[in-house]
């Protein structure tokens, strides 16, 4: 079945420093989405992508979308404390509705 | 506009006994999704519903989960003999029907998920 992978499975930073998170899926995808979810908290929707090569920015996050719409990256600039979470990418592939979520990058920024 | 309702926010259960959480969509939406998040993994899809219909149940364990989301009411996952890998978060999300029914749903908003703790 298809299965969505992220790296790296965790990473810690210092505050203000870049991180990226890379999202892998081995089926072509319809369109990406990503979430953040702190810690004892619920998702939150970030972003769509849909085209290919697509690339998104928010403030200080920069999405990507593969030109093979396999996979998929959010680099975020200048980390602060109230980045901490864990980013999930979650995939759709055409003709299905379901959202197959990746395993997740655990954020910790160190001030 | 109330977002998505979950309840009961945290459930104990003993082995052997059910399960039923709940959950009512935003206003004017029409799709539900169910998922299962163990500690410190991700989200792992179960369900999709549309009103009166399953969809799309391929993530669903063959024996003890269903899954309905009735005319009327809310959406309703239920977990029969519960055994203590059921131990996990459940969240539910939903989307708005987009115009002409397309696949694609856009944004899933989640509850804030239904903590099952089985002893």
């Known amino acids: 079945g298809q299965q969505v992978m992220q790296i790296p499975q965790y990473q810690h930073v210092q505050e203000g420093e870049d991180f990226t998170t890379y999202c892998n899926s081995s089926?072509?995808?319809?369109?990406i989405q990503w979430y953040k979810q702190r810690p004892g908290g619920h998702p939150v929707f970030l972003i769509q992508?849909?085209?290919?090569?697509e690339v998104k920015k928010q403030k200080r996050l920069t999405f990507q979308f593969g030109e093979a719409k396999k996979n998929s990256s959010l680099h975020i600039t200048a980390t602060q404390t109230t980045d901490v979470g864990t980013y999930f990418c979650?995939?759709?592939?055409?003709?299905?509705?379901?959202?197959?979520f990746g395993t997740g990058t655990r954020l910790k920024v160190l001030a | 506009n109330a977002g998505v309702m979950q309840n009961p926010r945290h459930l104990v259960r003993r082995r052997g006994q059910e399960a039923r959480l709940r959950c009512s969509p935003m206003?004017?939406?029409?799709?539900v999704y169910w998922y299962r998040q163990l500690p410190e993994e991700g989200l792992k899809f179960m369900v999709y519903?549309?009103?009166?219909?399953?969809?799309?149940e391929s993530g669903m364990p063959k024996e003890r989960f269903s899954a309905e989301f009735p005319k009327e009411g809310p959406s309703i996952l239920r977990i029969q003999q519960v055994v203590r890998g059921d131990s996990a978060a459940y969240f539910c999300?939903?989307?708005?029907?987009?115009?002409?029914?397309?696949?694609?749903?856009?944004?899933?908003?989640f509850g804030e998920g239904s903590r099952l703790t089985v002893l």
């Open positions: 992508l849909v085209k290919s090569g």
């Open positions: 089926t072509t995808l319809s369109n």
């Open positions: 519903l549309q009103k009166e219909n399953i969809i799309d």
């Open positions: 979650a995939g759709q592939t055409s003709g299905t509705y379901k959202y197959i």
């Open positions: 999300a939903s989307s708005p029907m987009l115009a002409g029914g397309a696949g694609n749903t856009g944004e899933l908003f």
């Open positions: 206003k004017g939406h029409s799709h």
